[in-house]
């Protein structure tokens, strides 16, 4: 579903895409911020430690795709 509850694209963004997107078409920015990075190291996302110590998940799309909603939605009601 196109901008509706499992899906929302903001091309009028300043930051679209704020990740590489092989398919802009594809990008879902219904979890602008990742609901998963309050699991830390064990959100299963492709993240980084930064030198100062903070979270990076600049190499990570797992949010912005459509087809992971089902798998983040069940991952938080784990939480």
Request: aromatic share 12%; hydrophobic share 30%; glycine share 6%.
């Amino acid at each position: 579903m196109r901008n509706g509850s499992n899906f929302f694209s903001n091309r009028d963004c300043e930051h679209f895409p704020c990740h590489d997107a092989p398919a802009p078409d594809d990008f879902n920015c219904l979890f602008c911020f990742c609901p998963l990075y309050s699991l830390g190291e064990q959100c299963g996302g492709d993240f980084e430690i930064t030198k100062k110590g903070v979270k990076s998940c600049v190499a990570c799309s797992i949010p912005h795709r459509p087809e992971q909603y089902d798998a983040i939605m069940a991952r938080l009601k784990q939480k």
